[in-house]
Protein backbone atom coordinates (compact mmCIF):
# COMPACT_ATOMS: atom_id res chain seq x y z
CA UNK A 1 0.00 0.00 0.00
CA UNK A 2 1.16 3.44 -0.99
CA UNK A 3 0.72 6.16 1.81
CA UNK A 4 3.27 8.47 0.69
CA UNK A 5 5.10 10.28 -1.90
CA UNK A 6 8.68 12.20 -1.42
CA UNK A 7 9.70 14.31 -4.03
CA UNK A 8 13.29 15.10 -4.44
CA UNK A 9 13.63 19.43 -5.51
CA UNK A 10 16.37 20.54 -7.90
CA UNK A 11 14.88 18.97 -11.70
CA UNK A 12 11.17 17.44 -10.06
CA UNK A 13 9.12 20.42 -8.98
CA UNK A 14 11.66 23.02 -10.17
CA UNK A 15 14.61 23.58 -12.62
CA UNK A 16 17.21 24.94 -10.24
CA UNK A 17 19.84 22.99 -12.13
CA UNK A 18 19.82 25.54 -15.26
CA UNK A 19 21.24 28.02 -11.96
CA UNK A 20 23.61 25.83 -10.09
CA UNK A 21 25.03 25.76 -13.55
CA UNK A 22 25.37 29.02 -14.30
CA UNK A 23 27.14 29.97 -10.74
CA UNK A 24 29.29 26.86 -10.96
CA UNK A 25 30.46 27.80 -14.61
CA UNK A 26 31.58 31.11 -13.61
CA UNK A 27 33.07 29.87 -10.75
CA UNK A 28 35.47 27.41 -13.09
CA UNK A 29 35.60 30.56 -15.48
CA UNK A 30 37.08 32.44 -13.36
CA UNK A 31 39.86 29.37 -12.01
CA UNK A 32 40.50 29.50 -15.84
CA UNK A 33 38.86 26.55 -17.18
CA UNK A 34 35.11 25.75 -18.85
CA UNK A 35 33.39 22.54 -18.37
CA UNK A 36 30.19 21.30 -20.27
CA UNK A 37 26.22 21.00 -20.06
CA UNK A 38 26.52 17.43 -19.80
CA UNK A 39 29.42 17.14 -17.24
CA UNK A 40 27.24 19.45 -15.35
CA UNK A 41 24.72 16.25 -15.41
CA UNK A 42 26.79 14.73 -13.08
CA UNK A 43 26.22 17.22 -10.56
CA UNK A 44 22.58 16.39 -10.43
CA UNK A 45 22.40 15.13 -6.64
CA UNK A 46 25.54 15.74 -5.20
CA UNK A 47 26.12 18.37 -2.40
CA UNK A 48 27.71 21.16 -2.83
CA UNK A 49 31.19 19.93 -1.49
CA UNK A 50 30.86 17.26 -3.20
CA UNK A 51 29.76 18.63 -6.91
CA UNK A 52 32.60 21.73 -6.13
CA UNK A 53 35.35 18.45 -5.94
CA UNK A 54 34.61 17.28 -9.52
CA UNK A 55 34.29 20.09 -10.41
CA UNK A 56 37.70 21.28 -9.82
CA UNK A 57 38.91 17.99 -10.85
CA UNK A 58 37.80 18.83 -13.87
CA UNK A 59 39.80 21.52 -14.43
CA UNK A 60 43.09 20.16 -12.82
CA UNK A 61 43.08 22.78 -10.03
CA UNK A 62 44.11 21.93 -6.52
CA UNK A 63 43.61 24.37 -3.57
CA UNK A 64 43.74 24.30 0.12
CA UNK A 65 40.60 23.24 2.71
CA UNK A 66 39.98 26.92 3.13
CA UNK A 67 39.69 27.63 -0.38
CA UNK A 68 37.58 25.17 -1.31
CA UNK A 69 35.02 26.44 1.45
CA UNK A 70 35.78 30.60 0.23
CA UNK A 71 34.85 29.40 -3.75
CA UNK A 72 32.03 27.56 -1.98
CA UNK A 73 30.59 29.85 -0.89
CA UNK A 74 31.01 32.55 -3.50
CA UNK A 75 29.18 29.91 -5.25
CA UNK A 76 26.24 29.87 -2.74
CA UNK A 77 26.20 33.47 -3.03
CA UNK A 78 25.94 33.84 -6.67
CA UNK A 79 23.79 30.71 -6.43
CA UNK A 80 21.13 32.80 -4.41
CA UNK A 81 20.81 35.66 -6.31
CA UNK A 82 18.96 33.27 -8.88
CA UNK A 83 16.78 31.26 -6.40
CA UNK A 84 15.76 34.88 -4.65
CA UNK A 85 14.11 35.96 -7.64
CA UNK A 86 12.49 32.66 -8.45
CA UNK A 87 8.37 33.09 -8.66
CA UNK A 88 5.61 30.22 -8.10
CA UNK A 89 5.87 30.11 -12.08
CA UNK A 90 8.82 28.38 -12.11
CA UNK A 91 7.36 25.22 -11.17
CA UNK A 92 7.89 22.59 -13.51
CA UNK A 93 4.93 22.07 -15.38
CA UNK A 94 2.20 18.92 -14.29
CA UNK A 95 3.37 19.57 -11.10
CA UNK A 96 0.70 21.83 -9.39
CA UNK A 97 -2.25 19.31 -10.85
CA UNK A 98 -0.23 16.35 -9.34
CA UNK A 99 -0.13 17.14 -6.08
CA UNK A 100 -3.31 18.31 -5.82
CA UNK A 101 -4.43 15.02 -7.26
CA UNK A 102 -2.04 13.57 -4.23
CA UNK A 103 -3.65 14.94 -2.04
CA UNK A 104 -7.17 14.25 -2.84
CA UNK A 105 -6.29 10.71 -3.10
CA UNK A 106 -5.23 11.28 0.59
CA UNK A 107 -1.39 10.48 0.08
CA UNK A 108 1.26 12.34 2.20
CA UNK A 109 3.57 14.37 0.31
CA UNK A 110 7.00 14.75 1.63
CA UNK A 111 10.44 16.67 0.22
CA UNK A 112 13.89 15.26 0.10
CA UNK A 113 16.71 17.64 -1.13
CA UNK A 114 20.31 17.84 -1.15
CA UNK A 115 20.08 21.44 -1.26
CA UNK A 116 20.66 23.70 2.08
CA UNK A 117 18.94 25.92 0.02
CA UNK A 118 15.84 23.69 -0.28
CA UNK A 119 13.51 25.68 2.42
CA UNK A 120 13.73 28.88 0.97
CA UNK A 121 13.12 27.52 -2.74
CA UNK A 122 9.99 25.63 -1.92
CA UNK A 123 9.08 29.54 0.35
CA UNK A 124 9.76 31.29 -2.83
CA UNK A 125 7.41 29.37 -5.37
CA UNK A 126 5.05 29.17 -2.19
CA UNK A 127 4.87 25.40 -2.11
CA UNK A 128 6.24 25.49 1.81
CA UNK A 129 2.63 24.26 3.55
CA UNK A 130 2.35 21.58 0.59
CA UNK A 131 4.39 18.94 2.17
CA UNK A 132 4.48 17.05 5.38
CA UNK A 133 7.48 17.06 5.91
CA UNK A 134 10.79 19.16 4.60
CA UNK A 135 14.73 17.30 4.52
CA UNK A 136 16.63 19.33 3.24
CA UNK A 137 20.66 19.32 2.87
CA UNK A 138 21.17 20.85 6.49
CA UNK A 139 19.15 18.09 8.11
CA UNK A 140 20.73 15.02 6.10
CA UNK A 141 24.50 14.65 6.94
CA UNK A 142 24.71 12.23 4.50
CA UNK A 143 24.56 12.74 0.52
CA UNK A 144 22.94 10.43 -2.26
CA UNK A 145 23.45 8.21 -2.55
CA UNK A 146 22.86 7.27 0.90
CA UNK A 147 19.27 6.81 1.34
CA UNK A 148 19.24 8.90 4.76
CA UNK A 149 17.68 12.20 3.15
CA UNK A 150 14.38 10.26 2.02
CA UNK A 151 14.58 7.64 5.09
CA UNK A 152 14.35 11.25 7.52
CA UNK A 153 11.31 12.07 5.03
CA UNK A 154 9.92 8.25 5.82
CA UNK A 155 10.01 8.68 9.69
CA UNK A 156 8.70 12.04 9.68
CA UNK A 157 5.81 11.04 7.97
CA UNK A 158 5.58 7.93 9.85
CA UNK A 159 5.62 5.41 6.76
CA UNK A 160 8.08 2.59 5.87
CA UNK A 161 9.68 2.61 2.88
CA UNK A 162 8.10 -0.03 1.57
CA UNK A 163 4.98 2.87 1.80
CA UNK A 164 6.68 5.17 -0.45
CA UNK A 165 7.25 6.71 -4.13
CA UNK A 166 10.44 8.87 -4.43
CA UNK A 167 10.61 10.95 -7.24
CA UNK A 168 14.02 11.93 -8.37
CA UNK A 169 15.59 13.31 -11.54
CA UNK A 170 19.39 12.53 -10.67
CA UNK A 171 20.88 8.69 -11.48
CA UNK A 172 22.73 9.17 -7.35
CA UNK A 173 18.76 10.14 -6.08
CA UNK A 174 17.18 7.19 -7.66
CA UNK A 175 20.39 4.89 -5.74
CA UNK A 176 19.15 6.54 -2.34
CA UNK A 177 15.87 5.05 -2.68
CA UNK A 178 16.41 2.43 -3.92
CA UNK A 179 19.16 1.89 -1.37
CA UNK A 180 16.44 3.04 1.26
CA UNK A 181 13.88 0.01 0.29
CA UNK A 182 11.70 2.70 -1.42
CA UNK A 183 9.72 2.73 -4.97
CA UNK A 184 12.00 4.57 -6.99
CA UNK A 185 10.61 6.88 -10.12
CA UNK A 186 12.63 8.31 -12.66
CA UNK A 187 11.71 12.14 -13.79
CA UNK A 188 13.83 12.71 -17.20
CA UNK A 189 15.50 10.54 -19.74
CA UNK A 190 15.50 6.70 -19.27
CA UNK A 191 19.01 6.63 -20.07
CA UNK A 192 19.97 8.16 -17.12
CA UNK A 193 17.52 6.61 -14.62
CA UNK A 194 16.75 3.31 -16.47
CA UNK A 195 17.41 1.39 -12.76
CA UNK A 196 14.37 3.39 -11.56
CA UNK A 197 11.10 1.14 -10.98
CA UNK A 198 9.80 3.53 -13.47
CA UNK A 199 10.81 6.70 -15.65
CA UNK A 200 8.45 9.64 -16.93
CA UNK A 201 9.34 12.17 -18.86
CA UNK A 202 7.68 14.84 -16.31
CA UNK A 203 3.98 15.20 -14.44
CA UNK A 204 2.07 16.30 -17.40
CA UNK A 205 -1.20 14.53 -17.15
CA UNK A 206 0.05 11.56 -14.63
CA UNK A 207 -2.66 10.42 -12.36
CA UNK A 208 -1.20 8.47 -9.37
CA UNK A 209 -2.58 4.85 -11.05
CA UNK A 210 -0.61 5.54 -13.64
CA UNK A 211 2.74 5.49 -11.50
CA UNK A 212 1.36 2.41 -9.57
CA UNK A 213 0.39 0.65 -12.62
CA UNK A 214 3.76 1.26 -14.11
CA UNK A 215 5.65 0.09 -10.78
CA UNK A 216 3.50 -2.52 -10.65
CA UNK A 217 1.55 -2.57 -7.15
CA UNK A 218 -1.63 -1.98 -6.09
CA UNK A 219 -2.87 1.48 -3.88
P1 LIG B 1 23.02 23.50 -2.39
P2 LIG B 1 18.29 18.04 -5.12
C1 LIG B 1 20.76 19.13 -5.18
O1 LIG B 1 19.38 19.25 -5.00
C2 LIG B 1 21.17 19.54 -6.57
O2 LIG B 1 20.66 18.62 -7.53
C3 LIG B 1 22.68 19.57 -6.70
O3 LIG B 1 23.05 20.00 -7.99
C4 LIG B 1 23.22 20.54 -5.63
O4 LIG B 1 24.65 20.58 -5.67
C5 LIG B 1 22.75 20.07 -4.26
O5 LIG B 1 21.34 20.03 -4.23
C6 LIG B 1 23.24 20.97 -3.14
O6 LIG B 1 22.65 22.23 -3.29
O7 LIG B 1 24.34 24.03 -2.86
O8 LIG B 1 21.86 24.43 -2.63
O9 LIG B 1 23.08 23.02 -0.94
O10 LIG B 1 18.29 17.62 -6.55
O11 LIG B 1 18.74 16.96 -4.15
O12 LIG B 1 17.01 18.73 -4.70
MG1 LIG C 1 17.36 16.64 -8.23
Known sequence: MIKACIFDLDGVIVDTAKYHFIAWRRLANELGFDFTEEENEQLKGVSRMGSLELILQWGGVQMSEADKLSWAAKKNE??????????PDEILDGVMPFLDHLKERGIQLGLGSASKNASD????VGL???????????KATKSKPDPQVFLLG???????P?????FE??????DAALNGGFYAVGIGKEAHLNHAHLVIPNFIGITLDDILNGIQIKA
Open 128 to 138: RDRFASIVDGA
Open 162 to 166: SECIV
Open 121 to 124: IITQ
Open 154 to 160: AMELGRQ
Open 78 to 87: WYREYILKMQ
Open 169 to 174: DAAKGI
